[in-house]
C-alpha cells in the first residue's frame, strides 16, 4: 500500500525520535510535492517518499553502510508498497545502495535530499532565519564556501542535477520556492 502522508509519519517516528529527522522530512516531503507538481507526478507518491526515504537512519547511524539498506525489511513489515520501498533506496545510489534513481520521482530525490540541507542552513545564517530573501546567486557562493555546511556533499547534488537534466541554479531556485511555504515547520522564520 501507499500509506497517507499521516500515516508515513507515524511509520517514521516508529523508528526515528529526533526532531530534527522529522524535520528533515517534512522537509523533503515538500521539497517533493512542489518537484511533482513541476513534472506533473503524483505528489501524494512523492511527498510520501520524501518522508520515508530516511526511515532506516537512526537504526544505521552506527553503521552508515547499512543505510537504505535495512529500510526495505522496515517498510514491508508496515505493507508499503515496493515503488516507495526502490525509491527509498535509490537516493543512497553509489554512496550505500546500488539501486539507481529510474524516474523523475527518484531522480529528484537523490538531488534534493542534500540540497535541502545546505538551503535552511544557508537561510539559517541570515538576519532573518528566513527563506523569503534567500537568492540563488548566495546559495550558489555558500555552495562554493567549502567549509560552510561541509557535511553537505556538492558533488552529489550536481550529478543529481545532471541525471534529471535541469540546470543547477534552476534545481535551487525551485528548491527554494518549495522550503518557503514550509519554513516554519522546519526552524526558519519568526514562528
Ligand atoms: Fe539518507
Ligand atoms: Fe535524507
Known sequence: MIPTKDEAFTILRKHNSDESHIKHA?????????????????????????????????????????????????????????VVIHAVQSHGWGI?????PRDDMEKTLFTIDELTGLIITAGLVRPSKSLADLEVKSVKKKWKDKAFAK????????????????????VIQETILA????ESDIGLGSN
Open 26 to 82: 517534512r522537509a523533503v516531503e515538500g521539497t517533493m510535492r512542489h518537484f511533482a507538481r513541476r513534472f506533473g507526478g503524483d505528489e501524494e507518491l512523492w511527498g510520501v517518499v520524501g518522508i520515508l526515504h530516511d526511515i532506516d537512519w537512526e537504526k544505521t547511524m552506527s553503521d552508515p553502510a547499512r543505510h537504505c539498506n535495512l529500510a526495505p525489511e522496515l517498510l514491508r513489515a508496515e505493507g508499503v508498497d515496493e
Open 96 to 100: 550505500c545502495s546500488d539501486a539507481e
Open 151 to 170: 557535511g553537505v556533499d556538492r558533488d552529489i547534488i550536481q550529478k543529481g542535477a545532471d541525471i534529471m537534466g535541469v540546470p543547477l541554479d534552476e
Open 179 to 182: 522550503l518557503r511555504p514550509i
